[in-house]
């Protein structure tokens, strides 16, 4: 997918039934003034988004005030795009899955697992195997930025 | 046909025999008895029960092609469905292509699914090689200086019920000699070619190539017991086996001290690096003669160092092989006898930047080097010593005297690590809006901020980002300040030196089924087994210590094989003032933890597992794959953690744990790149179901043992996954259930805040309940789940269709109570439950 403009990926999430997968990186990663964590959050709350919590962040996000979170493992989330979805994290199959905090080799890995819905991957690299991603972002600051314009654009 | 054909495959002397009243004929048993009708006939005498062969339909298939063995593949592939990832779309694999099969199909009939899991066979494929060629050269290497009618076994405590599982169960041999080793790694390396070839020129389904990815790793792990044998019977490596069984809570000794920290300075320093132990024999065999062995240190990473510790105890094991660039780059070693292993490494450059004299010791060439195995010894030694950098010599034999006479001879060398003043330095260089190398990292370390912090505060700064680097180098390549990273990185390393210290044990070798056997008593007080492989590399060098710390402590029965176990020993408790391998016994029980030795001892972990159908049920291995895989499986098989970087080598094993029976954890950042998933779906009812072996009849079970292949970001989502994939319908005594659904509740909340998604449907009587939380969890059934609950009672059981059930009807309809003894398919029934099933319209 050719499309990066953080502004115009917030476009191809809006009308559509979208699950956030938040990964251990959200736990790691601190900008200065805000942590990953929070952009998922953020996130969250102004589309109205539930929250697969994968690794160890289910507790930070609840702490955060994320309003529907539930502790899913990655592999679980992928896998349960294939059949008829059941989980209760979110009420139907999902439309598209918006991935947050995952390496880039793992970020692949859970993308390009998924085939029956689309996939977006707000990381610090591109990820060829997702349906949308944000390009590569030369610093941590850089990908502060497109996070904070696609919070913006969600408004 | 059929009786001439049974004429060309069983040697009519040996085709009948009889076992109590009932004869027996061979030729029902198996399609071709492959020439093991001695052995077979001896295994079916001493092993088999007589009712047992007359109520089942038993099939052999002695020297098993992938083919032969589909059917605990087809269960586990059914309930598994692979998902795959990295989608390779376009394939190019033959002179007809590229082919895009997103279209349709190539032009070979390949589908795009199948593509998939042909790339996942060519993973494992790839991940066998090393380890059959090392193999190899090690059984020749044997048969040149033993012969092949040289005895051997896995020690004095082995008999026929348990010797050389891993090769017994594929083969039907009972191994007994080099002879049969021989043939069993020429099957096994026959049958990897026609895996190989299936890798790149197969068109069959997605289950064909799986059940050949499945196939791969049962002969890699058939060709790690043939490497044990030999080292075990030919070249002294101790074994439990040939112990005692009443000390084995205490052998080995924590006697061996490794880390960087307990090398002894001012002694000339031989490193051993990659999968080939013989050098090493050769140099200190060297020593011995010479009297020698404490004016020299004698070190390795890895599995050779493993290796190496079970027969000299004065050997330092430095670290895990995929670290080994690391600790090459920080200069500890004088000479460095290296040869092929799990990982990629580039030792020559790595060695020369600080002066190591290489001599590379693998049939394959490395980096150019001229092939001198003939020139004289003498020679070899003058030009080392005399500046030249590194030589290829594959006579191990020559290469041992080499290796110590050249550590002798070298006048010392220069120090290429960066000052503190240097490092400070070169970290202004990194620039404030640049973080390239945390993409590149495939740890995900945040290295920019660790340097940019290293302008103050120096080293220090980079001791975590240090911990958790395996030296790929992708960091340097990115740098647009071409800051030598590694570099940094190795001088935290070097700060650290002093403190890098820890004790364990030597590897202990397998388990005979004597210990297996005792050590069922204790198994009513344990959650259950905890298995531990790692290859290190992984963010946090801690984890398997602390891993192996939180389940042993909490009675399980854990062993540990490969790179891990050096890992694991690096965990101390401060409050006990130990090391793991300190703090904890040894023997095969609850509450102890083992290391079974380096690479090729994970062989072990599969023979501990699949002894338990001949130790509890009375089936005889021999030949006999699919129905030991089968009570492997549902009953004692444990989940498995595979920790750190993950080697293509470890693909391949986890594929032949898995096909026996294990669930496999593999995490964290490892096993999200691998090429498939194999993971359950506990809300698809579908899926979770039994046969009564005695009657046919299905019966619903709990969704246990949920994944059999999962990634895992954490070592605390590791932790918590494994107390979850240990509820199985096996479990059916409450007992058991509660000892696994206690740690798996606890740990949810504890790290997750909430219940698990899934508790209440391993539940089938309140003495289930972890005791502590019982009025809570009861409450919650009836709240929630709409159970009938009194007091600390259930009255009446939800089933998962919606019924409420009395506690009778539950038992009846929902797991294992009632199916007395249980099969994951019908095809595994005895002979008069097919008939019932066959009445009720089943083609079986």
Request: hydrophobic share 40%; charged share 25%; net charge neutral.
């Amino acid at each position: 997918m050719s499309e990066k403009d953080p502004r115009k990926l917030a476009e191809h999430l809006k009308g559509k039934k979208v699950l956030l997968m938040a990964g251990q990186l959200c736990e790691e990663v601190d900008f200065g003034t805000k942590k990953l964590v929070d952009y998922v959050v953020e996130i969250s709350n102004r589309i109205g988004a539930p929250i697969a919590a994968t690794g160890n962040t289910p507790l930070s996000l609840k702490a955060k005030g994320a309003k529907t979170v539930r502790k899913m493992w990655a592999a679980e989330v992928a896998n349960y795009m294939r059949w008829p979805w059941e989980d209760p994290v979110i009420d139907e199959k999902p439309e598209i899955l918006v991935l947050i905090g995952y390496g880039p080799a793992t970020a692949q890995g859970l993308a390009s697992a998924v085939r029956d819905g689309e996939t977006m991957v707000l990381g610090n690299t591109y990820v060829k195997g997702a349906t949308y991603s944000l390009p590569e972002s030369p610093s941590l600051g850089r990908w502060q930025q497109a996070l904070e314009e696609m919070v913006q654009s969600l408004a | 046909m059929e009786e001439k054909l049974i004429k060309k495959r069983f040697d009519p002397e040996k085709r009948f025999m009889e076992l109590g009243k009932t004869k027996i004929d061979l030729a029902r048993l198996c399609r071709d008895a492959r020439g093991v009708e001695d052995d077979l006939r001896q295994a079916i005498k001493e092993d088999w029960g007589e009712a047992r062969y007359n109520d089942w339909d038993t099939r052999l298939y002695p020297f098993a092609e992938a083919s032969d063995l589909v059917v605990q593949d087809d269960v586990l592939l059914n309930n598994y469905p692979p998902l795959y990832t990295d989608i390779q779309t376009v394939c190019s694999d033959c002179d007809n292509g590229p082919c895009d099969l997103e279209n349709g199909k190539g032009l070979c009939g390949l589908d795009l699914d199948p593509f998939q899991a042909r790339l996942s066979l060519r993973v494992a494929c790839r991940g066998c090689q090393s380890q059959f060629m090392d193999t190899r050269d090690l059984l020749d290497y044997a048969i040149k200086e033993f012969g092949l009618d040289k005895e051997v076994s896995l020690g004095a405590r082995h008999d026929i019920s348990d010797q050389a599982l891993s090769i017994a169960i594929l083969t039907g041999q009972y191994v007994r000699n080099l002879s049969h080793l021989e043939r069993a790694l020429a099957y096994a390396e026959a049958q990897l070619n026609k895996l190989f070839l299936a890798s790149h020129q197969g068109t069959g389904s997605v289950f064909d190539f799986e059940n050949m990815t499945f196939h791969c790793g049962s002969v890699l792990l058939l060709v790690q017991g043939v490497s044990e044998l030999v080292k075990g019977s030919c070249f002294g490596f101790q074994r439990g086996a040939d112990r005692d069984k009443l000390e084995m809570d205490h052998w080995p000794p924590p006697n061996i001290s490794g880390g960087l920290g307990n090398i002894e300075k001012g002694k000339p320093v031989i490193a051993f690096v990659g999968d080939n132990f013989l050098p090493a024999w050769s140099a200190i065999n060297h020593l011995k003669d010479k009297g020698l062995t404490e004016r020299f240190e004698i070190c390795a990473p890895g599995p050779v160092g493993l290796d190496i510790a079970r027969f000299y105890d004065r050997v330092r094991i430095v670290g895990t092989m995929v670290n080994a660039g690391k600790w090459i780059r920080l200069g500890f070693a004088d000479v460095i006898v290296a040869s092929t292993g799990c990982s990629h490494l580039d030792i020559l450059g790595e060695a020369k930047r600080v002066e190591s004299k290489v001599i590379w010791v693998s049939p394959q060439g490395l980096g150019g080097l001229p092939d001198r195995t003939d020139s004289p010894g003498e020679e070899l030694i003058d030009d080392l010593i005399g500046g030249l950098d590194a030589v290829w010599v594959r006579d191990v034999d020559k290469v041992g005297e080499i290796a110590v006479r050249v550590a002798q001879g070298l006048k010392g060398r220069g120090n290429y690590l960066l000052s503190e003043e240097k490092v400070k330095e070169e970290a202004k260089r990194c620039r404030e809006d640049c973080d390239l190398c945390f993409n590149a990292c495939p740890n995900s370390l945040l290295i920019g901020q660790a340097v940019r912090k290293a302008r103050e505060e120096g080293l220090s700064a980079l001791t975590p980002i240090e911990k958790g680097c395996y030296f790929c180098g992708k960091c340097e390549q990115q740098c647009p300040e071409k800051i030598p990273i590694r570099d940094l990185i190795v001088a935290a390393l070097k700060k650290r030196v002093p403190d890098d210290k820890f004790i364990m044990r030597s590897g202990r070798g397998s388990v005979p089924e004597d210990e297996i056997a005792r050590s069922a008593f204790t198994l009513m007080n344990s959650p259950g087994f905890c298995w531990i492989l790692s290859c290190g590399g992984s963010k946090d060098m801690e984890d398997v210590g602390w891993l192996a710390n939180e389940f042993t402590g909490k009675g399980c029965l854990s062993l540990i094989a490969g790179c891990g176990a050096v890992e694991a020993a690096r965990y101390f408790d401060r409050e006990a003032g130990k090391f793991l391998f300190e703090k904890f016994t040894c023997e095969y029980a609850v509450k102890n933890i083992s290391s079974l030795g380096g690479c090729t001892a994970m062989t072990f972990l599969q023979e501990a597992s699949a002894h338990w159908a001949r130790t509890g049920v009375h089936i005889s291995h021999y030949a006999n794959w699919t129905e030991v895989a089968d009570i492997t499986h549902r009953l004692m098989a444990p989940p498995v953690i595979i920790w750190g970087r993950c080697p293509e080598r470890m693909y391949a094993v986890a594929a032949g744990l898995i096909r026996i029976g294990h669930q496999v954890i593999v995490g964290p950042n490892a096993g999200f790149a691998w090429k498939r998933y194999l993971v359950g779906n506990h809300f698809d009812r579908s899926k979770w179901y039994v046969w009564d072996t005695a009657s046919g009849r299905k019966v619903e079970t709990e969704p246990g043992q949920e994944h059999i292949l999962i990634p895992v970001e954490t070592k605390e989502e590791a932790l918590t996954v494994y107390w979850g994939l240990l509820q199985k319908p096996g479990a059916s005594v409450s007992i058991m259930r509660l000892l696994s659904l206690t740690p798996y509740i606890a740990c949810y909340e504890k790290y997750f805040g909430d219940l698990p998604d899934d508790w209440q449907w391993f539940v089938t009587t309140a003495s289930d309940l972890p005791v502590r939380q019982k009025v809570r969890l009861l409450k919650e059934l009836k709240e929630k789940w709409g159970w009938d609950t009194e007091g600390v009672t259930i009255k009446k059981a939800r089933h998962r269709d919606g019924r409420l059930l009395t506690t009778d009807e539950f038992a009846h309809e929902y797991s294992t109570h009632e199916a007395r003894f249980f099969a994951k398919t019908p095809k595994l029934v005895t002979k008069k439950a097919k008939e019932n099933l066959r009445k009720e319209g089943m083609k079986i």
